[in-house]
């Protein structure tokens, strides 16, 4: 081994690509002071975009602000060898503050309190708080709190619970966002952002000024032209910008410059005609839809079946070679991982980028062949390349997948970057035939966030909201009161003593749940309809079916009625059924744990009450393949199921469940008190929705695997399993064989998604007390990949606590 | 737990039931670690495994002295010393309870009496992943074969379900029941430690003559791996291992041969048993590399 001289050293590698040079000098600008700030520029452009058009209805005043953004802002490159154009960051490692949407409030506060100190440079302060003022009561969480108190009602969580504790319904706040839909890439490239302009123009046409209807539908369809237009020449500026830059430039650099300027002058106005233009009108979306919208959770797609087309006419044509693609689809990928979203304190700590971008690759075509083509192949080799964390990749597989483009997406994993996950095509494409949805669309689905399944260009936006069933455990044991504040939070129920039986128990949670849903959704659902007049998604529109036919916005019912996805998202549901259980089997049939005595035990957080957390510890739990655990979670996700079917969501639709845990496993988890199942108070929930409890899978992945396999989730809109795997069982080609075929079983049973975390305890444990040297570590927290060391402590201790599923 | 040890066939002792075994033989696997070993290397990794009877194995570092596992003995088989409790193994029935009554994990019972349905349960629960992988179940040790009868039936069951079977034996047990075990096996991981009778007898407690005859046989009637655990100062030095390489080219044949490197897990797990073992170092990369290419040179590929 090289003997190292300092930190600072660093290993040379001979061959590197374009890529992995760009990333490397990117991840060295991390450390550097001027690094990692608040970038004050996309602020400063919203809000005179604002404050110039305050005349303007809401709907063409947002255009105005993209319009702003789309001529005024700096342009930037950020590395001399990067291939394509348009910034979401103008500093490196930028935090993007989208301040038409929050931050108002918790900005002022934690300049106050010092918190923002290494994130907004000295002399921005001045600017940022006057920018804090002008939004205050203009910005989206100013005007929904607004409307709630006219309401009589607190905050966006139970009406009397403390805000984040029971639910929430994060998107109104500062920590996420709306932007669930994927626009229709394919139609952008095949007519060109001026062919929508045409059919937006036609619309405007037939639209006469009759009653309040249309001349709505007018101010939004002059919206988009506005938006469309000022799109076009961001692309035009970007060019000019090349060629400056061209102008200086020598040898091959400088036919680099001359070609990417040609490429932004003809996309993404006109049709794409060759893959630099398609991946770089691609990537000019992705720009637009950040300027339109706080998007952290929009995706591309299915870019492997847009993209395909354009690649393989080149390679035919020999204009291109495979190389080269890759190297553009690297630099893709660098460009993807740049965005920073500006969040409160308490997001920032827990999530490095608060970002989700997803790529889905194979499954299938609309009309049932295997999708799969050379340019799913470039994906992942586009990430064992550069190993950045965005955009993570989806790996659909059917019965037809080729078994070579499998073993080569686990063989990415077992690199440790954590991903790709894995979807079941029959099992997605099951639970969405409930809903009416015709196959065609069926198996055009691709991924966004996490695990939620969306059909490209027709899926319009979202209702969701988080509920946290740990909590609801501590409210059945205490007849409706949270005892960490006293305060009512949930219905009573009878005290735990009232509860005679464990039926009885059981049913008092139920209501405790379905309390919690019925105070929340409605300030959801009410929330989605001001935001969405407030602050509708424009760009995004443009590219969803019938937002411009019907002049709404794909928040407000553009899209359609199949493809709406209104979502209850259940939290820590394997820690709550795995409470039941030991509540079931140890109080009611064993009668082993008194109720007093459990109850004095939980307060106590176990403290003095080692044996009786010893017998909950040891109680079954969920994931060891035993059915009298695993039934209660079955029985209990199943619940959750029906709850969310009987909750009235937009255009007559039912809602629907998806587990997932994002980092709320972390929110609901600091203020969730010590349950039954052991865990102690303020530790995170379940990760995942039918992984199990952190280290409570002791029989092996198989195990873990057939108890999700008992749930039902064919029913599910998807769910997440979460398995971490040291890398000695993935070392060889053997192993990775191994795992496809494990992979497989799992999709047998039913099952919708797996993801792995594939690193050692050692690595982890290494990478938290050494944290500089392990800053390119990258870890699967939930749906995304982050940076280990950007972390803080409880997910650090948390991702090195999931079991281990190896041999020896 | 207070099931008593019968000399009945449809039981057995059984230590260990590992899934997603994925390193002892094709596919993904369920594989079975049965307790007792005729041998007594002193080099083994599960010295646990030696007896055939259930054990208690005690980690002191984790005893807290509180004295629970002391008032319920049945056999008065434990007591307090200054730093650990202790058990008196002359007495201990292995009955388990002092594991349960262990507030702090520092027992845990080496063996479980399992009968052969239970096994079968375990095994069945993983079917799918064998069938999608090819895998099966392998039986592994202590030395399977020295329960013959326990081992023979879980054999029996897995082929009467059509299932993969795998054995790791030392094969020092007689040809009678290795040649009834054979019969339900579609494969033999063989231990060979030394080719020197004396080296054998000194290291292991045993002579090699009865493994190296049952080598040669199982070689003329199953596919066979050869695994030689390369223990350090013992046999892997490059003649021990060329000598190793020569008896299977002349004797077995074109078999596959593994050199598994050691690792030091074993020590561990012998101090909780109050048994020594000898520390020794482990081999580095390079060596191991050279190791192989001597086993290379001889056979041809097969390594
Ligand atoms: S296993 Fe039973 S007999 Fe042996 S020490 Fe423990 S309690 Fe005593
Ligand atoms: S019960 Fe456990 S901790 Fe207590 S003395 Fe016995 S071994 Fe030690």
Redesign the pocket.
């Known amino acids: 081994m090289a003997a190292k001289v300092s930190n600072k050293t660093v290993s040379v590698k001979t061959e590197t690509t374009r890529g992995q040079r760009i990333w490397g000098r990117y991840l060295e600008k991390r450390l550097s002071p001027e690094a990692g700030k608040v970038s004050i520029e996309w602020p400063r452009l919203i809000t005179a975009g604002h404050r110039e058009n305050t005349a303007l209805p809401a709907v063409l005043r947002k255009a105005k602000m993209f319009e702003k953004q789309c001529l005024d802002v700096r342009l930037t490159i950020e590395d001399d060898e990067q291939l394509l154009l348009g910034s979401v960051a103008l500093e490196p490692w930028a935090w993007r503050w989208n301040v038409n949407w929050s931050g108002r409030d918790w900005v002022m506060q934690e300049i106050a309190s010092g918190d923002l100190a290494d994130v907004v440079n000295e002399e921005d302060v001045a600017e940022v708080k006057e920018i804090c003022e002008y939004w205050k009561d203009k910005c989206a969480d100013d005007i929904y709190h607004a409307w709630l108190k006219e309401n009589g009602w607190n905050d966006f969580a139970l009406q009397q619970c403390e805000p984040g504790v029971c639910s929430a319904n994060l998107w109104a706040t500062a920590s996420t966002s709306p932007g669930m839909e994927v626009a229709d890439y394919e139609k952008m490239l095949r007519i060109g952002l001026k062919g929508v302009i045409v059919e937006v123009e036609e619309e405007l046409q037939q639209t006469d000024v009759v009653e309040e209807g249309s001349v709505r539908k007018r101010d939004f369809l002059l919206a988009l032209r506005i938006v469309l237009r000022a799109s076009i020449r961001y692309a035009e500026r970007n060019a000019e910008f090349a060629r400056e830059l061209a102008a200086t430039a020598t040898g091959k650099r400088k036919a680099e410059l001359e070609k990417m300027a040609e490429t932004c002058a003809w996309v993404p106005a006109n049709p794409a005609r060759n893959f630099q233009e398609a991946l770089q009108a691609s990537w000019f979306v992705r720009c637009f839809e950040e300027m339109d919208q706080k998007t952290p959770i929009t995706t591309p797609g299915r870019m492997d079946q847009f993209l395909y087309p354009y690649y393989k006419k080149d390679i035919e044509e020999g204009r291109i070679t495979r190389e080269e693609a890759l190297e553009l689809l690297e630099c893709y990928r660098v460009k993807m991982s740049m965005t920073r979203y500006f969040v409160n304190k308490l997001v920032r700590d827990f999530a490095s980028q608060v970002q989700v971008t997803n790529v889905t690759i194979g499954g299938q075509t609309p009309d049932g062949k295997d999708a799969t083509n050379e340019m799913s192949y470039l994906f992942l080799e586009a990430a064992m390349g550069t190993r950045t964390a965005h955009p993570t990749l989806s790996v659909r597989v059917h019965d037809g997948s080729p078994r070579e483009f499998l073993l080569k997406a686990v063989a990415l994993l077992s690199t440790g970057i954590g991903f790709p996950a894995f979807f079941n095509d029959t099992s997605m494409m099951a639970s969405w035939s409930q809903w009416g949805v015709p196959l065609h669309d069926l198996r055009n689905y691709c991924v966004t966030g996490c695990v939620m399944p969306i059909i490209p260009g027709k899926t319009g936006y979202s209702g969701w909201m988080y509920i946290n069933c740990g909590k609801a455990v501590e409210l059945a044991l205490n007849n409706g009161i949270d005892p960490r504040t006293s305060i009512k939070g949930g219905v009573a129920t009878g005290t735990f003593e009232d509860l005679k039986t464990f039926d009885q128990f059981y049913a008092a949670y139920k209501k405790q749940l379905e309390h919690i849903i019925e105070q929340t959704w409605p300030k959801t659902k009410a929330a989605v309809v001001h935001v969405a007049s407030e602050s509708p998604t424009l760009f995004d529109s443009a590219l969803i079916a019938d937002c411009i036919q019907r002049g709404k916005s794909c928040m407000a019912g553009g899209g359609g009625g199949h493809y709406f996805n209104d979502l209850l998202l259940p939290i820590g549901q394997i820690s709550a059924a795995d409470s039941l259980t030991v509540i079931k089997k140890l109080v009611y049939e064993e009668g082993k744990i008194g109720k007093q005595e459990l109850l004095k035990a939980l307060a106590a957080n176990f403290d003095g009450y080692d044996d009786i957390r010893r017998l909950c510890l040891e109680a079954p739990k969920y994931g060891n393949d035993e059915d009298y655990a695993d039934a209660m979670a079955v029985d209990l996700i199943a619940f959750l199921n029906d709850c969310a079917a009987n909750m009235e969501g937009f255009l007559g639709r039912k809602a629907r469940m998806l587990g997932l845990s994002y980092a709320m496993h972390q929110g609901f988890g600091r203020p969730t008190g010590a349950l039954p199942n052991g865990r102690l108070a303020g530790m995170t929930l379940n990760d995942g929705s039918v992984s199990a409890s952190q280290g409570m899978d002791v029989e092996g992945v198989t195990a873990l695997i057939n108890s999700a396999g008992k749930i039902d989730q064919m029913s599910d809109f998807c769910d997440l399993m979460n398995v971490k795997f040291h890398p000695s069982a993935l070392k060889t080609k053997d192993d990775q064989v191994k795992l496809l075929a494990l992979i497989k079983t799992h999709f047998q049973h039913g099952s919708k998604h797996i993801q792995f975390n594939v690193i050692d305890k050692a690595t982890l444990v290494d990478a938290k007390e050494n944290p500089l040297e392990h800053k390119n570590l990258l870890v699967r927290v939930a749906g995304y990949s982050a940076f280990f060391t950007a972390l803080d402590p409880p997910i650090q201790d948390e991702i090195i606590n999931r079991t281990e599923h190896t041999l020896s | 737990m207070s099931r008593q040890l019968q000399p009945k066939t449809d039981q057995g002792v059984v230590f260990n039931i590992q899934r997603y075994s994925i390193h002892d033989g094709p596919g993904i696997r369920t594989t079975v670690f049965l307790k007792g070993c005729p041998l007594r290397c002193f080099w083994c990794q599960n010295p646990e495994s030696h007896r055939k009877e259930p054990q208690?194995s005690l980690n002191s570092d984790a005893c807290a002295l509180c004295g629970r596992?002391v008032s319920?003995?049945?056999?008065d088989?434990?007591s307090l010393g200054t730093k650990s409790s202790a058990?008196d193994r002359d007495?201990?029935?292995?009955?388990?309870?002092?594991?349960q009554a262990c507030p702090n994990d520092a027992?845990s019972?080496a063996g479980t009496i399992l009968t052969v349905d239970e096994v079968m349960r375990q095994v069945f629960k993983d079917v799918r992943f064998y069938e999608n992988s090819g895998g099966g179940v392998t039986l592994s040790g202590g030395e399977p074969l020295y329960q013959a009868d326990f081992a023979l039936s879980i054999l029996q069951r897995c082929k009467d379900s059509g299932l993969h079977t795998t054995i790791e034996t030392c094969g020092c047990v007689s040809w009678d029941v290795m040649k009834n075990i054979l019969e339900y096996t579609d494969l033999v991981f063989f231990d060979i430690k030394h080719l020197q009778p004396a080296r054998h007898l000194e290291g292991c407690g045993k002579s090699n003559s009865l493994i190296l005859a049952n080598a040669k046989k199982v070689a003329e009637c199953k596919p066979i791996i050869v695994r030689v655990p390369l223990i350090p100062g013992f046999n892997d030095s490059s003649e021990a291992i060329a000598e190793i390489a020569q008896f299977v080219k002349t004797e077995l044949g074109a078999v596959e041969v593994e050199l598994l490197p050691y690792n030091k897990m074993g020590e561990v797990k012998f101090e909780r048993l109050d048994k020594k073992s000898v520390a020794k170092q482990t081999q580095g990369k390079d060596y191991l590399e050279g190791l192989r290419v001597v086993v290379a040179d001889l056979l041809g590929s097969s390594v």
């Open positions: 208690v596992c319920v003995c049945p056999t088989a434990i058990i007495k201990c029935s292995g009955c388990g309870k002092c594991v027992r019972l």
